[in-house]
């Protein structure tokens, strides 16, 4: 079953930017989003960012300044806007989410950052 539905990958240029997005599926609607993942082949998942915690939103040190997570709290949505792109950004990017104590995962979505 699908929880979380992520949307926006995609082929950008290096210093480019796109913007994910990442809902609740429509049988899922409780199911609440609240982090961005990536990861390359042969490596473990890794955090990019996430919102809800205590900062609000926090970030990987290789992100910062360059990628921004946010929240509609109405459309229980979350984004990603990735700007200043670098090929090693290059992955799929997936969402993270919680119901209660249960973690869900979204499909991913490709992010190519190439010339």
């Known amino acids: 079953q699908v929880h979380l539905v992520e949307s926006g990958g995609g082929l950008v240029q290096p210093g480019g930017s796109l913007r994910l997005s990442c809902t609740a599926s429509?049988?899922?609607?409780?199911?609440?989003?609240m982090a961005w993942y990536r990861q390359t082949p042969g490596n473990e998942r890794d955090l990019v960012a996430t919102?809800?915690?205590?900062?609000?939103?926090a970030y990987a040190d290789s992100v910062k300044g360059r990628f921004t997570i946010s929240r509609d709290n109405a459309q229980n949505t979350i984004y990603l806007q990735m700007d200043s792109l670098k090929f090693e950004d290059t992955a799929i990017y997936y969402c993270?989410?919680?119901?209660?104590?249960?973690?869900?995962w979204g499909q991913g979505t490709q992010v190519t950052v190439a010339t």
């Open positions: 429509e049988d899922h609607r409780t199911v609440v989003p």
């Open positions: 993270f989410g919680r119901r209660g104590f249960s973690e869900y």
């Open positions: 919102t809800m915690g205590d900062p609000s939103t």
